[in-house]
């Protein structure tokens, strides 16, 4: 069973940097291309950044750009998103979402964790 | 980037009802449209992917339908259960995008 656990979220001040986690298990994760999607509250859906199956690919937001940067670590299965310069308008839940084989679709998502900026 | 444009924003149907929900793109995005289910508090579902497939495990009521610029997601005989806010995504061009959402209420 594919399972995406996001972690790392917390209330952080404005400036301020957090490092987003995502556990992957039940498929080859080296062999996907993976995204984060956040939602601010009460909002639509916002893609943030991708990264390809070596990291050798990566894109980001206008919003995030110089600010985040999506890494991955084939060896223990694992996503991250380091957020930097935090901003009130990064306020979301975070996805981690993988893509699916053909690119197409985010086809399995992770649960989600909140970061909150504000002082 | 890509504009996609959801109508309605809501709406309220019965049990039973057939549901339609368009979705635009501001140009043409050829069949890269994916549909996405949201409950609250939980994270979007995948239901249709390239405008048209149904995504394994996803209930044959729902189905997809259109290719360029306009695509609809259909929903045949509502049932409480599809209580949710719907999404539509375009993956033809980065930035991925999506719509502003449809909120379903039974």
């Known amino acids: 069973e594919v399972q995406l656990v996001e972690s790392g979220g917390g209330l952080v001040q404005p400036g301020g940097s957090l490092r987003l986690s995502c556990a992957a298990s039940g498929f080859t994760f080296s062999s996907y291309w993976m995204h984060w999607v956040r939602q601010a509250p009460g909002r639509g859906l916002e893609w943030v950044s991708r990264?390809?199956?070596?990291?050798?690919?990566?894109n980001y937001a206008d919003s995030v750009k110089g600010r985040f940067t999506i890494s991955r670590d084939n060896a223990k299965n694992t996503l991250y998103l380091q957020m930097n310069s935090l901003i009130a308008e990064d306020t979301a839940v975070y996805y981690c979402t993988r893509a699916s084989w053909d690119l197409i679709s985010n086809d399995y998502w992770g649960q989600g964790t909140l970061v909150t900026v504000s002082s | 980037d890509i504009q996609m444009t959801q109508s309605p924003s809501s709406l309220s149907a019965s049990v039973g009802d057939r549901v339609t929900i368009t979705c635009r793109a501001s140009q043409s995005i050829s069949s890269s449209l994916n549909w996405y289910q949201q409950k609250p508090g939980k994270a979007p579902k995948l239901l249709i992917f390239a405008a048209s497939s149904l995504q394994s495990g996803v209930l044959s009521r729902f189905s997809g339908s259109g290719s360029g610029t306009d695509f609809t997601l259909t929903i045949r005989s509502l049932q409480p259960d599809d209580s949710a806010t719907y999404y539509c995504q375009q993956t033809y061009s980065t930035p991925q995008t999506f719509g502003q959402g449809t909120k379903v209420e039974i």
């Open positions: 990264v390809n199956r070596d990291e050798s690919s990566t």
